[in-house]
């Protein structure tokens, strides 16, 4: 798992919730920065890099770890 | 870039029908689209200031129940209230957030909420009962919008 600057653990949280809470926590941080984002529901394999793809938040990391799934999702410019 | 836009019809007031609507406004707002919503007919008691929504196994086959239940016991009083408790339950359990937290990050995230102002008239809804913030409009101002919409709903 690579460096990151805040996490967000929305284990339990099912869809849209997570994708709400990540833009949220996305809209606090600076261009360049990283998000750890942590998620149970199991369509965020679809949606977390659907909404990367459309607000211009690169997914830089995807990884499952003991049923859990890990983005790393870089802050891109507005 | 231009903002996508959203364009929603919300014709049911039931707990399962108030999910669709405010969980696409919301989840698109996040997408960056921009979203207006034309509550109309059962509708408008999603704009409520108290939503006591309600969902019925009656006349909706495709309900699971913990237990079959004919068609002729499910007009017992008491067995709508024990649905919605236990869908609402189920809801809570399963993580899901509920149709008052969707409506409000749609308030707050600047989601264009319309009442139809014939049915609002039709059915005699007093618009001090709903949420601040929301308009009124009628069925061309929804089609000026949806228009141009990129995914247009009737839910």
């Not at chain 1, 360049?32 to 938040?57: R, W, Y």
């Not at chain 2, 919503?37 to 509708?43: A, E, L, N, P």
């Amino acid at each position: 798992m690579s460096d990151f600057d805040k996490e967000l653990d929305t284990s339990g949280l099912n869809c849209p919730l997570p994708v709400l809470k990540a833009r949220k926590a996305l809209s606090e941080m600076a261009t360049g920065e990283k998000l750890h984002l942590i998620v149970t529901d199991a369509g965020a394999n679809q949606d977390i890099p659907a909404f990367s793809k459309m607000t211009g938040n690169p997914l830089i990391e995807t990884s499952e770890i003991e049923g859990k799934l890990h983005f790393i999702i870089e802050k891109g410019s507005e | 870039m231009m903002a996508k836009k959203l364009a929603i019809i919300a014709s049911k007031g039931t707990l399962d029908g108030a999910y669709p609507p405010f969980l696409l406004a919301s989840t698109a707002v996040a997408l960056g689209f921009e979203v207006k919503i034309f509550f109309t007919f059962y509708g408008l008691q999603l704009l409520n200031k108290n939503l006591n929504l309600k969902v019925s196994p009656l006349g909706n086959p495709a309900m699971p129940m913990p237990v079959p239940v004919p068609s002729i016991v499910q007009v017992i009083p008491g067995l709508e209230w024990f649905a919605t408790w236990m869908m609402k339950r189920k809801l809570k359990q399963k993580g899901v957030a509920s149709v008052e937290e969707l409506r409000d990050i749609c308030v707050e995230s600047g989601v264009d909420l319309i009442a139809c102002q014939m049915t609002v008239d039709l059915f005699d809804f007093d618009e001090k009962d709903f949420i601040e913030g929301i308009s009124s409009g009628g069925a061309a101002t929804y089609l000026e919008f949806a228009g141009d919409a990129d995914v247009s709903l009737y839910i």
